[in-house]
C-alpha cells in the first residue's frame, strides 16, 4: 500500500497550494483520510480530516477557513486546498488513511491512522 504525496513548494505569504495524495495497492473509498503536517524542529500535528462519503470534515483551529480538504473515490484520492498560506504553515505534510472502514473515533489522532504517505515540503515565505 502507498499513499504519494504530491503538489508540496515554495509559496509566498498569502499564495495557494493544492496537495494530493494518491492511493495504491487498496482502496480507501470506505475510510477516513486525513493531513498530518510536522513543522520544523516540532511534533507532527493534526490538519484535516474528512469521512468516507466527504460528509464530514475535520480542521485544526490552525487551518479552518484556509484549508479545504477533499477526496475522488473513483481516482482513491484527496486534496487538501491551502489558501491564504502563512509563515508558519511551513511544515512537511503527511496523508493518512485509516485501515478500518467506517466513522473515525478521534480524526486527530494520529495512532487511528494505519497508512502514511512519505510527505511534501510546503514552504511559505514571509
Known amino acids: 500500500v502507498q499513499l504519494q504525496a504530491s503538489g508540496g513548494g515554495l509559496v509566498q505569504a498569502g499564495g495557494s497550494l493544492r496537495l494530493s495524495c494518491a492511493a495504491s495497492g487498496r482502496t480507501f473509498t470506505r475510510n477516513t483520510m486525513g493531513w498530518f503536517r510536522q513543522p520544523p524542529g516540532k511534533e507532527r500535528e493534526f490538519v484535516a480530516a474528512?469521512?468516507?462519503?466527504?460528509?464530514?470534515?475535520y480542521y485544526a483551529d490552525s487551518v479552518k477557513g484556509r484549508f479545504t480538504i477533499s477526496r475522488d473515490n473513483a481516482k482513491n484520492t484527496v486534496f487538501l486546498q491551502m489558501n491564504s498560506l502563512k509563515p508558519e504553515d511551513t511544515a512537511v505534510y503527511y496523508c493518512a488513511g485509516r485501515g478500518r472502514p467506517g466513522t473515525i473515533p478521534t480524526p486527530a489522532t494520529p495512532a487511528n491512522y494505519d497508512y502514511w504517505g512519505q510527505g511534501t515540503l510546503v514552504t511559505v515565505s514571509s
Open positions: 474528512i469521512s468516507w462519503n466527504a460528509y464530514s470534515t
